[in-house]
Structures are given as structure tokens and as C-alpha cells.
């Protein structure tokens, strides 16, 4: 297989795109498009957001301590790119995305109720990563889409509709097909020794 370099630089991908949710002191709602996002430990349950320490949505986390991370479908790509592409400090992205709010069961601030997935987060610590941050959340609660799960408690991830982010190349994809079976399928390699 033939490669080619591309120095240091943020072409990695697939990454998940999220519309990271925080409120004001004030109480003013953001919508902020995150894809540097991503589960970190399992006990405790955390998620860490990479955010410019310039944004609105930086600034409110650091005010109130708790933000949420709501994963965007396919179908609300358009959406998820304005609230990337424009601030909150200009803008009042809810008017503009027609995007609605849902409460919260954990913590004071809404969810994004076209999400189908969305996770409560209490901010615990920052690492500061030049002009960026990564700050840490421990999940307080997630909220899956009901019309995702069998009577039997399976999951159909396709439900889910997840939209993916190609870092470095700048494009919006969708998931695609299931490959293979995690924790699962990878055990026929070592039946072959």
C-alpha cells in the first residue's frame, strides 16, 4: 500500500459531529459544532470536547460547569455546519436553525431535541493545548432515542443516523453500513494460531 505524508496536521477521520449545548450566566442558550469529541474513560463516565478557548461556548462551560454533548443525524448536516461556522456572540443560532430545546434531567442546561443521542456533562478539569482546551465532563446522563431499541433491548444504530466529520479535508459523511461485531469478531483471528 503506497502512502504519502502530511506533517502534523488534524486530517484524521472519521470524528463524530456534535452540537455541544451551554448556557450564560445570563441564561442566553449556544449551539456550538464540536467533532473533537469523544468517550475517555469508562469509570468514571467521561467525555472529553476540545474547544478554542475563544469561543462562546468555552467561556459559558467555564461559567456554570456543565454543558451537553448532542449528537447530530445526517439529516441536520446544514445546521450543524452554521453552528460551526458562526458565533453566538452574533448570533441567535436557535431563531436561524429552527433547532428546539429540551430539558434536561441532570443538569440546567437544554438539550438539542432533534438529537438522537445527547449526553449531560458536569465539567470536571481543563488541559490547555495552545489556543485550544481539553475540557473533561463526567457524563451524568444520556438520552437515547426510543424508537432505537427492540422490545427484546437491542440497539438498530442506523436509528442513530450519526453524521461523521472528515478532519482535514473538510467534509460531512454519513455512517454507511455495519461492518463487523466489536469485542466480537476480531476473537475468529486468534482461533487461527
Known amino acids: 500500500m503506497s502512502k504519502r505524508t502530511l506533517g502534523p496536521c488534524v486530517t484524521f477521520f472519521p470524528q463524530p459531529t456534535t452540537i455541544i449545548s451551554s448556557i450564560s450566566?445570563?441564561?442566553e442558550v449556544n449551539l456550538m459544532t464540536a467533532?473533537?469529541?469523544?468517550?475517555?474513560?469508562?469509570?468514571?463516565?467521561?467525555?472529553?470536547?476540545?474547544l478554542n478557548s475563544g469561543r462562546k461556548t468555552y467561556e459559558n462551560i467555564l461559567q456554570t460547569k456543565e454543558f451537553a454533548v448532542n449528537l447530530v443525524p445526517a439529516s441536520?448536516?446544514?445546521?450543524?455546519?452554521?453552528?460551526?461556522?458562526?458565533?453566538?456572540?452574533?448570533?441567535?443560532?436557535l431563531k436561524n436553525t429552527n433547532l428546539?430545546?429540551?430539558?434536561?434531567?441532570?443538569?440546567?442546561?437544554?438539550?438539542?431535541?432533534?438529537?438522537?443521542?445527547?449526553?449531560e456533562c458536569r465539567f470536571i478539569r481543563e488541559i490547555e493545548l495552545g489556543d485550544y482546551r481539553l475540557l473533561l465532563g463526567e457524563i451524568a446522563e444520556i438520552h437515547a432515542l426510543d424508537s432505537a431499541f427492540a422490545e427484546s433491548g437491542d440497539i438498530?444504530?442506523?436509528?442513530?443516523?450519526?453524521?461523521v466529520y472528515l478532519g482535514g479535508i473538510r467534509?460531512?459523511?454519513d455512517l454507511g453500513k455495519k461492518c463487523a461485531n466489536a469485542y466480537q469478531d476480531g476473537l475468529t483471528l486468534a482461533d487461527k494460531k
Open 171 to 173: 467534509q460531512y459523511w
Open 76 to 93: 441536520l448536516a446544514v445546521e450543524a455546519d452554521y453552528c460551526g461556522v458562526r458565533s453566538g456572540r452574533e448570533e441567535d443560532k
Open 25 to 27: 450566566l445570563a441564561g
Open 100 to 119: 428546539t430545546l429540551e430539558t434536561p434531567s441532570q443538569i440546567a442546561v437544554p438539550l438539542v431535541a432533534e438529537s438522537p443521542l445527547n449526553v
Open 35 to 50: 467533532s473533537w469529541v469523544g468517550i475517555v474513560s469508562k469509570t468514571p463516565p467521561t467525555i472529553a470536547v476540545s
Open 156 to 163: 438498530d444504530a442506523k436509528a442513530f443516523d450519526p453524521l
